[in-house]
């Protein structure tokens, strides 16, 4: 009997488990209150409030609908924006001894050769960071930020679900990323990606609360958007899953030059195309699996294709999100 | 069994798994004997399976994968680290004695690897590791100083139990390309940090690639530590399991990536317990 994967238990994270199903297998009524014994008042509001993102709804907010098309230009009129973005994780306690140890490759190896290798190009990445790193290994973040690179948001910890969790709870969880990762390196995120891209249709809201000016957990267009929430201007900078490590190669195990294969045809086409409408890529990827030694031709090879072109904006999302909100586009 | 509430989930550090003896940052480079760039582990896993695994097809693991793999491996001059359930070893001992008695390294790998630790009870994982030990020994005539836990899933006792057992290393945290010393018990204990990017369960069997692909992701590695180790010396790790490319389907994939790395100058290829010997010797930390 094979184990699970982490990748295979992250994707259960997204399948059907309900809280409705828990108290019912626990005796108690689900959403409804009535049969059942409910033991105490804190039980009682913990049973009211919904705690499966299906049951606290799904309705995308009609801005994500609007289609602009409206003129935008990036600095120095480049046709193409590009990021790497490393997802930068840990597992808590209530995760099994490997896929601790697995995700803590990232913090004793991976981190220390990926941004060697970003700075020998004098690439500054995106880190998506699991604020757990604050806890165990705050100095990679004291580097990171030391070295200029940008550290955005990524859940505490990637064992905990963004979306099965209450209102109150994911609050708490945004609101601990943004503190713990400010107080372990004077850095406080100004964007954020929740883990698996899940969220709610709060989390926006919970986001500007913490001073965030982008999210990407919408998957959702080429180039950026701006939506309202919380009377503030989020900037919606969609992820790209197509040349995610996980995706290519990762869950399959193909050689890591899928990544690169993925990347370069992708930039083929959104270069033409930045001729005429400027476009944006990422090359995303997990610091536990590309930050070994076997990922690194792959993700050399993204860098020194995307910089033997001109008219490419290297850049960081801040940079994107801080440009996008100066322009005043929409 | 109630999900953990959020306070549970934001902790770190509170189990012996993840303390945070395990989250120190050796930064510092090491040497490797004769100078050389990398540490290489050829690693077979020969195991069985006494639940609900697949026993049938880790029957061939015994009866010629290992074999096989034996005589690949002295052919090419090389010492591999064996991982061996003792379920494997009560079944086919002559197997096992015929690793020893060529001189490669055999690790305790639980008694079967259907049979998590982390799954059973303490007393019951003791005993798995007691058990599995002892069957080692009585079929070889030396205890094993080395310990994986099947599926890298030690338990929370385990290293307390490990160190009881007299341990020198254990191999069960994929944290890093380099061993570190911990102390349990207050006996010292050599992490080594057995890495699966290049193991054949993973590539070939689950991933469904060819063989060839796990040769190419083990010389990819290779290439990019060797460069590393001109200053920072680490090691690496392929993995081949005695019934999944132990089969011919494997062998060529195999001696392609023996002979890639054997091309190399700086290449150490060792065992686990020779690294924790030099570890220790060079009072490494």
């Given at each position: 009997m094979k184990v699970l994967s982490t990748i295979e238990e992250a994707q259960l994270e997204t399948s059907n488990y309900s809280r409705r199903g828990f108290l019912k297998s626990m005796g108690v009524a689900g959403a409804?209150?009535?049969?059942?014994?409910?033991?105490s008042a804190a039980a009682a509001e913990v049973a009211q409030q919904p705690r499966d993102r299906a049951e606290r709804g799904t309705d995308i907010p009609a801005e994500h609908f609007r289609i602009r098309r409206t003129p935008i230009a990036w600095p120095n009129n480049a046709r193409i924006a590009v990021c790497w973005i490393v997802n930068y994780e840990g597992y808590s306690d209530t995760s099994n001894s490997y896929d601790i140890a697995y995700k803590d490759y990232s913090s004793k190896a991976a981190v220390w050769r990926l941004v060697d290798l970003f700075d020998s190009h004098g690439i500054k990445a995106c880190w998506y960071t699991n604020a757990i790193i604050a806890t165990r290994y705050p100095e990679t973040l004291r580097e990171l930020a030391r070295r200029g690179h940008e550290i955005d948001g990524h859940?505490?910890?990637?064992?905990?679900?963004m979306t099965r969790v209450t209102e109150a709870e994911e609050r708490e969880i945004i609101k601990r990323t943004f503190g713990d990762i400010e107080k372990a390196c004077g850095v406080r995120p100004k964007g954020w990606m929740g883990s698996g891209g899940n969220g709610s249709p709060r989390t926006l809201e919970f986001l500007a609360e913490e001073?965030?000016?982008?999210?990407?957990?919408?998957?959702?267009?080429d180039v950026p958007y701006v939506v309202p929430a919380a009377g503030k201007k989020m900037v919606i900078i969609p992820y790209q899953r197509e040349a995610n490590d996980t995706q290519t190669y990762g869950t399959n195990r193909n050689h890591p030059s899928a990544l690169f294969q993925r990347f370069k045809d992708q930039f083929d086409v959104l270069y033409e195309e930045g001729a005429t409408y400027p476009q944006m890529l990422f090359l995303p990827m997990h610091a536990w699996l590309t930050g070994h030694p076997v990922g690194k031709k792959a993700l050399e090879e993204t860098i020194r294709y995307a910089k033997?072109?001109?008219?490419v904006w290297l850049t960081t999302e801040n940079e994107i999100a801080q440009w996008w909100l100066a322009q005043n586009y929409t | 069994m109630p999900p953990p509430s959020l306070a549970e989930m934001?902790?770190?550090?509170?189990?012996s798994i993840s303390?945070?003896?395990?989250?120190k940052i050796q930064r510092d480079p090491i040497q490797w004997p004769g100078g050389a760039h990398v540490a290489v582990t050829w690693t077979v896993i020969f195991e069985y399976f006494?639940?609900?695994?697949p026993a049938d097809r880790a029957l061939y693991g015994g009866r010629r994968g290992v074999w096989r793999l034996l005589d690949q491996l002295d052919l090419h001059g090389i010492k591999g680290s064996f991982l061996v359930s003792g379920s494997a070893a009560e079944r086919f001992p002559s197997a096992v004695k015929e690793i020893h008695s060529r001189g490669h390294e055999i690790a305790g790998y639980?008694?079967?690897?259907?049979?998590?630790l982390d799954a059973l009870t303490p007393d019951e994982a003791k005993k798995d590791v007691q058990q599995t030990l002892k069957v080692l020994a009585d079929t070889t005539g030396t205890r094993p100083v080395g310990w994986v836990s099947p599926e890298l899933r030690p338990g929370d006792g385990t290293l307390d139990v490990l160190a009881e057992e007299g341990?020198?290393?254990?191999?069960?945290?994929?944290?890093?390309d380099l061993p570190y010393s911990i102390r349990v018990k207050g006996k010292p204990l050599l992490i080594i940090p057995y890495t699966k990017e290049s193991d054949d369960y993973e590539?070939?069997?689950?991933?469904?690639?060819?063989?060839s692909v796990w040769t190419r992701c083990f010389t990819d590695g290779l290439d990019v530590v060797y460069e590393e180790g001109a200053t920072h010396p680490k090691m690496l790790n392929a993995s081949i399991h005695a019934h999944i490319m132990g089969r011919s389907v494997g062998t060529k994939a195999i001696v392609e990536a023996i002979r890639y790395a054997k091309?190399?100058?700086?290449i150490w290829m060792t065992t686990r317990t020779d690294i924790a010997k030099w570890w220790l010797e060079r009072r490494y930390t």
């Open positions: 409804a209150v009535g049969a059942g014994r409910i033991e859940n505490w910890a990637n064992n905990i679900s001073g965030a000016i982008w999210s990407s957990d919408y998957p959702s267009d033997g072109f001109p008219d | 934001f902790k770190t550090g509170t189990r303390s945070m003896d395990h989250a006494t639940g609900l695994g639980g008694y079967s690897s259907d049979r998590l341990m020198m290393w254990n191999g069960d945290f994929p944290n890093d590539i070939y069997q689950n991933g469904g690639q060819l063989p091309s190399m100058p700086r």
